[in-house]
Structures are given as C-alpha cells and as structure tokens.
C-alpha cells in the first residue's frame, strides 16, 4: 500500500513582502517611546491579555500620568449585576448579550480622570490602558494588543486571565468561557470593530515573543487576505 503524505497547510498565513514588524519588549517599547513627543497614548485590550504585565510594560513609557481602565470601569458587583441575566444559573447555557463597551463605564469616575489630565500641563506623555481606553479622551497614538479566541481558552483554563471588568480566574473553564462567548467578546468584537481604522500598532502578545506591526502592515495583510483564497488553522476542541 502506497504511503500517503498530506500535503494540507495546518499553519496558514498571509505574506507581507514590504510590512513594519518590531520583535521584542525593548524594541516594541523604543518604537512607541520614539513616537512619543508629550502625547496622550491609548492602549486598548481584548480579553484574555496578561493583563496586570502588559500595564507594568507599558509604565515603563515616560510619562506624565498613567491610567488604568479600573480608573474609570464599574465596580466589579455593578458588572456582575449587569450581566447576570446574560450567564444565567446553567453550566453551559445562556443569552448572547447586548452591552457595549460604554455600559462599562462609570462617567462618574470619567469625570475625575478627565479632571486629572485637564490638571496637566502640555509636558509630559498621558497614558491610558485597558479596555475602552480610546473612549475616554482621543489618543495621538493608539495600540491595540489583540488576542485570539484559542489563545484566551488556553489560559482560561489556567485560570491566568480574567474577564471584562470582572476577575473570574478562579471559575471554572467553562463558566469562563461562557462569560466570553455571551457577553465579553460580543462587547469587544463590536468596540474594536469601531477602531479599525483609528489603530496605529497592533499588538500580538502570544508565545514568549511579542510583535508589533503598524497600521500600513495590518490593511496590507488583511487586504491580501481577503482578495485570495485562504484557509484558517484547523482544530477541534473536545466538546464540554
């Protein structure tokens, strides 16, 4: 019997032959430090980042003043009130939620952050990270740090990374999970969706080493992607 040997692509990708790629923390953090010239800098997050890392990374920017998005969020029990009626009292069943990422925000607490900058004078860099940044005041620089649904899976089920404006490391996987399937990533896919065009790096935090590409990059990659056809990784996750 003849030998077969696939010959199925199980690692896609889309080539870019002339984009902008920066491997590193130390290179990441000089390219964003070489662009920053007294300038209000907005990192947005999609679930599932290291979170409390990726914040001490970038506090290393010079800066004036660093915000977190727990500066300006609900209180955790006002999050979990909101949207107790989307998870329901079931392992694996809910409703797929309706929330956007301006139900998150406290103004009250907006209030106060704007009042601090405002405060500033013109020198210095303004920082804001985390979810919905970009909402609060309009960046000179935006960074996105993405990351895929798999991705966040397999740290959820490490119990590593928390959900949107709630910490549920210690919940079970598949509440976890479910909590991102109805509600976090329906919030986040529609707030991103809105900065498509406004991003300036995209950042990928996945495996040990992180990359940046810029915004010129990611419409080429996307752009060449759509016009040909491709395929995605293949996977199959046992089911629950």
Known sequence: MQ??????????ATRVEDGVLIKGWDDILKELISKANDNIICIECYSGVYYEELASRFHTIPHALFIDSTDYFKPEE???????????????????????????????????????IASLDKTGNIILFGYGSST???????????????????RMRKNEVTGLGIDNRKDPFSIQYKRGYFNDWHVLDKHKKKLYEKVD?????VGEEPKLIDRA?????????????FRVVPFFDPGP
Do not use: C
């Not at 990059?217 to 759509?226: D, L, N, S």
């Open 217 to 229: 990059t990611f419409f080429t990659g996307i752009e060449k992607t759509a016009s040909s056809p």
């Open 201 to 205: 790096y995209w950042l990928d935090t």
């Open 3 to 12: 030998d077969y040997k696939s010959n199925y692509d199980k690692l896609p």
């Open 78 to 116: 006002e999050v979990h009130e909101m949207t107790k009626n989307f998870m329901k009292d079931d392992v694996l069943f809910g409703y797929l939620g309706n929330l956007s990422m301006a139900d998150y925000i406290d103004e009250t607490r907006v209030k106060q952050v704007k009042e601090k």
């Open 136 to 154: 609060i005041v309009s960046p000179d620089i935006l960074v996105y740090a993405d990351m895929p649904r798999w991705e966040i899976q397999q």
